[in-house]
T-cell receptor
Framework: AQSVTQLGSHVSVSEGALVLLRCNYSSSVPPYLFWYVQYPNQGLQLLLKYTSAATLVKGINGFEAEFKKSETSFHLTKPSAHMSDAAEYFCAVTKEPGNQFYFGTGTSLTVIP | DTAVSQTPKYLVTQMGNDKSIKCEQNLGHDTMYWYKQDSKKFLKIMFSYNNKELIINETVPNRFSPKSPDKAHLNLHINSLELGDSAVYFC??????????????FGPGTRLTVL
């Protein structure tokens, strides 16, 4: 069975500080991994995805994530937080086509001015 | 142009009523989904259709019945609404089969409140 665990349901950072949102996965085979962002009162949109092409994945809005097989992790980072980054962030995992997505429980990011 | 649209955006109704939520995508995608997001923001898939065919049907009460008249539309009908059905329901679509590397595109959500 596949799943993802997001450590920390709430993360607060100061504006300009490093953002680190954690995601660990469990999968019996190399998975596909995703980060989605949900701004207040909106649907989810894709930030980035890992498809085994490169372990360091760059996404939109300055976010990136690194796939570490040895740690079964896919943490999301951004060097400098912006007020507009305040949102809910979801990690998700799936395998080959025909398998469903499994979303993590989400991490709410607050950016303090 | 809205890629994935849902109607209505808000739905307030009494327990025991029957209601429907509609979803349309203009992306030409083959697969559509319904997700339920509870008050703690937990997101869980309910159904997935590929070219009008049901491919994922999670453990959802049979009061929930999806209908896909064509591959651009996936509607959700809920019978005998209960308090626990209160949530935000998201429709999504993706180009290929569920899972894999395809990006899912989400609608804006329908906030259902059952009184």
């Amino acid at each position: 069975a596949q799943s993802v665990t997001q450590l920390g349901s709430h993360v607060s950072v100061s504006e300009g500080a490093l953002v680190l949102l954690r995601c660990n996965y469990s999968s019996s085979v190399p998975p596909y991994l995703f980060w989605y962002v949900q701004y207040p009162n909106q649907g989810l949109q894709l930030l980035l995805k890992y498809t085994s092409a490169a372990t360091l994945v760059k996404g939109i809005n300055g976010f990136e994530a690194e796939f570490k097989k040895s740690e079964t992790s896919f943490h999301l980072t951004k060097p400098s937080a912006h007020m507009s980054d305040a949102a809910e962030y979801f990690c998700a995992v799936t395998k080959e086509p025909g398998n469903q997505f499994y979303f993590g429980t989400g991490t709410s990011l607050t950016v303090i001015p | 142009d809205t890629a994935v649209s849902q109607t209505p955006k808000y739905l307030v109704t009494q327990m025991g009523n029957d209601k429907s939520i509609k979803c349309e995508q203009n992306l030409g995608h083959d697969t559509m989904y319904w997700y339920k997001q509870d008050s703690k923001k937990f997101l869980k898939i309910m159904f997935s259709y590929n070219n009008k065919e049901l491919i994922i049907n999670e453990t959802v009460p049979n009061r929930f019945s999806p209908k896909s008249p064509d591959k651009a539309h996936l509607n959700l009908h809920i019978n005998s609404l209960e308090l626990g059905d209160s949530a935000v329901y998201f429709c999504a679509s993706s180009p290929g089969l569920a899972g894999g590397i395809d990006t899912q595109y989400f609608g804006p959500g329908t906030r259902l409140t059952v009184l």
